[in-house]
Every structure is written in structure tokens, then in C-alpha cells.
């Protein structure tokens, strides 16, 4: 166990990020891209695909988390009607037959994915950082990498957005000083 000094703040860290994570893996499903595809797009992102984590969760919990994320932090938290959907037949994990149609799909390349997942990812850690929810990148980081099993090999989440350029993208800012989040030449 390891203890991070934060901010009484709805969800904290891990499931606030889990949750904008979740939300937005499920709203670009619900908007027309496969999971196969979405799953390749967050491959090694988090410890295992968004979907199978729903399942060991158990659909009911899942809604649970983004109803109150998103009573609490407004529309950047997607309640996905396909999980909603599920819930209500009772469903013990993602089905395919659930999942809602939309009206004029869109289908993001594997790429495009990663990027939308972790521009909302960074734009929370933002968020949490600027609220002092957190009091530096490196818990947030501590906190993912203990509390739910984020590859340490990345260095945490916030190195990863700093060498994938999204941090900048998004917020105009790197997380950590240059150098910090840097592979070797």
C-alpha cells in the first residue's frame, strides 16, 4: 500500500481517471468504431482492455461510477446509453448485441483512438493538477501505476503523454520538466 496526499474530491485519482478513460473508450464504441479496433488503439495503456475490465467490475458498478462522475464534472463524463442498455437486460459483461447503433457511425483508425483517449486523459490529469486534487504529476503517476496496475515501464501516465506530444496538444504545457519523460537517443 502506498499513501498520496489529495484533495477531497469526487473519485480522487484512480477512478477519475478510470472513469474519463472508461467514458471515453465507450463513447467512441457507441459512436461506430469496433471495440477489436478501439482495444488496439489503448493496447498497454492500462492493464487490460477497457471491456474485460467492465466485466470483472460487473456492468452495474460501471454505470454506477459514470452517473456520479457525471453528476458531479458535467458532460466530459460519457454515460454510454450502450452500457446503460446492458444494465438493464441484466448483463454480466459487454455484449455486442447491446450495443446501440448509431445513426451515422464513425470509424476511428486505431491511432485516432489512442490519441482521443489520452487527450482526455491528460486533460483530467490537467484539471485534477489545477483543482489540487493532486499536488504534482508523479502522484497521479504513483497512484495509477499502484492503484490500478498502469504499466510502470511507461514511467506513469503523465511521462507517457509528455513523450506522446498530447500533453502540449491538449494543454499547451508538458507535464514534466524536458528531459524527464524522453527515451535516450
Known sequence: KTTILVKDSASFIVNRIL???????????????????????????????????????????????????????????????????LVEAKGAAYDPAMQ????????????????????????????????GVAQAPQDIDLALITGAGFQFWNGGITPLLDREGISEKVLGKRFLPPGAASVPA
Open 19 to 85: 472513469g474519463r478513460f472508461m467514458g471515453e473508450y465507450s463513447k467512441i464504441v457507441d459512436e461506430g468504431t469496433p471495440s477489436a479496433i478501439a482495444d488496439q488503439g489503448v493496447a498497454g495503456l492500462a492493464p487490460m482492455p477497457p471491456f474485460v475490465l467492465l466485466g470483472l467490475v460487473g456492468p452495474a458498478i460501471a454505470l454506477h461510477n459514470s452517473e456520479t462522475l457525471h453528476r458531479a464534472f458535467g458532460d466530459r463524463f460519457y454515460v454510454s446509453p450502450s452500457l446503460q442498455k
Open 100 to 131: 446501440i447503433q448509431p445513426d451515422n457511425p464513425v470509424e476511428l483508425t486505431a491511432d485516432q483512438v489512442k490519441e482521443r483517449v489520452l487527450s482526455a486523459i491528460a486533460e483530467e490529469v490537467g484539471m485534477m493538477l489545477d483543482e
